[in-house]
């Protein structure tokens, strides 16, 4: 090696040093709730779900996997009362929820709709992102669908999943409605 | 004429040429774009003593989007000059030209640097005529005005044609079509092994600033190892720094703790879903739109260079366009790799087409082509270059600046910033860490549904039409309620048109400019700023 490689060595060298101080030797500031709360999801909690809504996008399939209706509609959780966390006196907030579906048939030939109302709250649990309801609901049916299933069903056991403030799920009891909603839940979006 | 003066003329006019395009009116074109405003906070950021990485708690939330080198080499360049305190940094219209000037008239030198390294490298590998035509065309073609932005691509790319520079000077092969040059024997001479290495750094360096540069390795390789002789120790020299350099991005963030942060931000930056308007398509479209001249001969110049067996023009563009096509999140400024490699195949092209014309006609007559597209050129560039689009911009910057409260000791002032994603972050590195002004913000673009609240009684405003659309979207947030509560209670104490595309017409140049601020969220038309304190 002569001398001007030697030196231009000598320089490439220190300057890879500057760029590996100058990458490493500084003063940190390794704090991150705001991005790890992105990629992991903080956890929820009752004022995080109070007064979500939102709609239903849902398919509901026939015994062969076959699409068979499209549910559409609106849901909604709100508080009883003003005050969101408020709680009654068995420690249970005291929260509402109430959805209307649309169930059209994948031809379009037919049409019915269910409105879910009086919601009764029988616990509520969090799961880090995740917010898990059970209760029961009055359901009501209207128009020309009354030969597969009651006009008014009344505490029909329900399951309502609230998955990142960002998604619904609604498992509605099975045996309750007569398989009305088939063997899968009723999906949602918020917003 | 002596040679040697003849040579350093024609060395002159491209360089001058450069300086022209590159550093005339920084401050009034192209606008600023959004991402200069990043680059700087994160050079801010380094010579405050914080390092090349933004908190990931008090940060730009995109944390782990690129790596260091470009924030490294900015604040390294601007800590030399003293900057920013050398300029005695104030809130007014002027103070912030100043502060935009300096880094601005940086990237302007090192278009000037990388006009002269396109001379020396076609000057090396091809002819004089070949190296003069090409740089000429990178000093002066209408689309050269993007290197003057402050941006990792007008940063990586001394260190890039640096890079292949080196690898052409390497002596082992035979392959060299200027034999004059090959075998001229120089004092500065210096060893392969050096020279190898030294071309890996600078590829390793342009790597260590944007990940996509790493498309040119098969082309700098290829030349490492057929100018080396078909040496495999040499590919071998060559690949450690090309390969260790950029690893201290991932490597950084396994020591701090934060390798999942950096895995998540690596593959969110690759995976960004293409819109209507930021496809591969999209950018090669707006790319012809901005010069068609360069883009029409250098294509045609690269095919003719492959006809006649010479790949490496090819080779330079084609790994980073089958990049950036399966990459499909791509715009214009994206492909400023390919410039280069566009300017030499068109001189190829075009001294081609010169030695057909000298043969049947005056030699003299053979200039005309180069001449024509030169004056050409020189009109278009002037046109845009002489425009003043950011007039209005420093306005709005000075007034948010002296809007907010200066604090001693870095306290948090008790003003919150709110507007549109481009003015919020935009305004931010000077207002945070030129004038010690620390406030708050909510960024509506990345808090889309508002979760974050007002945490100051004091809040400001900025007014303009993407900030009034994104308040007045039907949410479901008390915060939003709350920010529109302190917005209708707030007064207006200054507004401005931004002029920045008041220019634009149906003719070409000035039908481009659109494109200048393309994706990046820029609000044109009026910009009020509002403050309830």
Redesign the interface.
């Known amino acids: 090696?002569?001398a001007?490689?030697s030196i231009?060595?000598g320089v490439?060298l220190l300057?890879?040093t500057?760029?590996?101080n100058?990458?490493?030797?500084?003063?940190?500031?390794?704090?991150?709730?705001?991005?790890?709360e992105?990629?992991e999801q903080r956890p929820v909690n009752v004022t995080d779900i109070m007064?979500?809504?939102g709609n239903i996008i849902s398919l509901q399939y026939n015994d062969s996997s076959v699409p068979e209706w499209i549910l559409s509609g609106k849901w909604q959780i709100a508080p009883k009362t003003d005050n969101n966390t408020n709680t009654n006196t068995t420690g249970k907030p005291e929260i509402k929820f109430s959805s209307t579906i649309t169930m059209t048939s994948i031809d379009g030939t037919k049409t019915h709709k269910h409105r879910l109302t009086d919601f009764k709250l029988l616990n509520i649990s969090f799961q880090n992102s995740t917010a898990i309801i059970n209760g029961t609901i009055s359901l009501v049916t209207s128009e020309d669908d009354f030969g597969l299933i009651d006009k008014d069903l009344e505490n029909v056991p329900v399951g309502i999943t609230i998955m990142n403030a960002n998604t619904i799920r609604i498992d509605i009891d099975n045996n309750s409605v007569k398989q009305h909603f088939g063997s899968l839940p009723i999906y949602g979006k918020i917003? | 004429m002596n040679k040697k003066v003849k040579k350093y003329i024609l060395i002159m006019i491209p360089l001058i040429l450069s300086a022209y395009s590159h550093l005339w009116n920084p401050l009034g074109f192209p606008s600023i774009h959004i991402d200069e405003g990043h680059y700087m906070r994160r050079a801010m950021l380094v010579l405050e003593g914080m390092g090349p990485q933004e908190s990931a708690n008090t940060g730009y939330p995109r944390t782990y989007d690129h790596p260091y080198f470009g924030q490294l080499f900015l604040a390294g360049a601007l800590g030399l000059l003293g900057y920013p305190a050398s300029l005695n940094p104030d809130s007014d219209v002027s103070s912030i030209q100043a502060l935009h000037l300096v880094p601005r008239i940086l990237m302007g030198l090192l278009a000037v640097l990388d006009t002269f390294l396109l001379f020396k490298i076609t000057e090396r590998r091809y002819s004089r005529t070949i190296a003069v035509i090409a740089s000429v065309l990178f000093a002066i073609m209408p689309i050269t005005w993007v290197f003057r932005r402050v941006s990792l691509e007008a940063i990586l790319m001394p260190f890039l044609l640096t890079s292949i520079l080196f690898a052409l000077f390497v002596r082992g092969s035979k392959n060299i079509q200027n034999k004059a040059l090959l075998n001229s024997i120089s004092k500065y001479e210096m060893s392969n092994n050096v020279l190898i290495f030294l071309s890996g750094i600078f590829l390793g360096l342009a790597i260590y600033t944007k990940i996509p540069a790493f498309t040119m390795i098969p082309l700098v390789g290829t030349l490492v190892f057929f100018y080396s002789g078909k040496s495999l120790k040499s590919i071998g020299i060559w690949f450690i720094p090309v390969i260790t350099l950029p690893l201290l991005w991932p490597l950084y963030s396994v020591l701090v703790g934060q390798s999942d942060l950096w895995a998540y931000w690596v593959f969110w930056q690759s995976e960004r879903d293409p819109s209507e308007t930021i496809t591969f398509a999209s950018a090669l479209t707006n790319f012809f739109k901005l010069d068609p001249i360069i883009t029409i001969l250098g294509i045609s110049g690269i095919v003719y260079s492959a006809i006649k067996k010479d790949f490496l023009p090819l080779m330079w563009i084609s790994p980073v366009l089958i990049f950036s096509y399966l990459i499909e999140w791509v715009q214009y400024f994206h492909l400023l790799y390919v410039f280069p490699a566009m300017c030499l195949g068109s001189a190829i092209l075009v001294d081609y087409a010169q030695k057909i014309i000298a043969k049947h006609c005056h030699p003299i007559i053979s200039y005309s082509i180069i001449l024509s597209i030169t004056g050409f050129a020189i009109v278009i560039t002037s046109m845009l270059i002489n425009l003043d689009v950011n007039s209005s911009y420093y306005n709005v910057y000075a007034t948010i600046a002296q809007q907010i409260p200066s604090t001693s000791n870095k306290v948090q002032t008790n003003v919150t910033v709110i507007g549109s994603h481009f003015w919020v972050w935009d305004s931010y590195w000077i207002t945070q860490y030129v004038l010690d002004k620390p406030h708050y913000l909510i960024d509506p673009h990345l808090d889309s549904k508002f979760k974050k609240q007002v945490q100051t009684n004091n809040v400001l405003f900025v007014d303009d039409p993407i900030f009034l659309k994104s308040i007045s979207r039907k949410i479901n947030s008390e915060n939003l309620n709350k920010i529109r509560e302190i917005h209708n209670n707030s007064v207006e104490i200054a507004s401005f048109i931004d002029n920045v595309t008041s220019h634009t017409t149906d003719s070409y140049p000035y039908n481009g400019l659109p494109i200048m601020i393309s994706n990046e969220g820029h609000p044109t038309g009026k910009v009020a700023i509002r403050k309830n304190y």
């Open positions: 090696m002569n001007l490689s231009v060595f490439a300057g890879l500057l760029v590996v100058g990458t490493f030797n500084h003063k940190y500031d390794n704090s991150r709730p705001l991005t790890q992105k990629i007064n979500l809504k917003g």
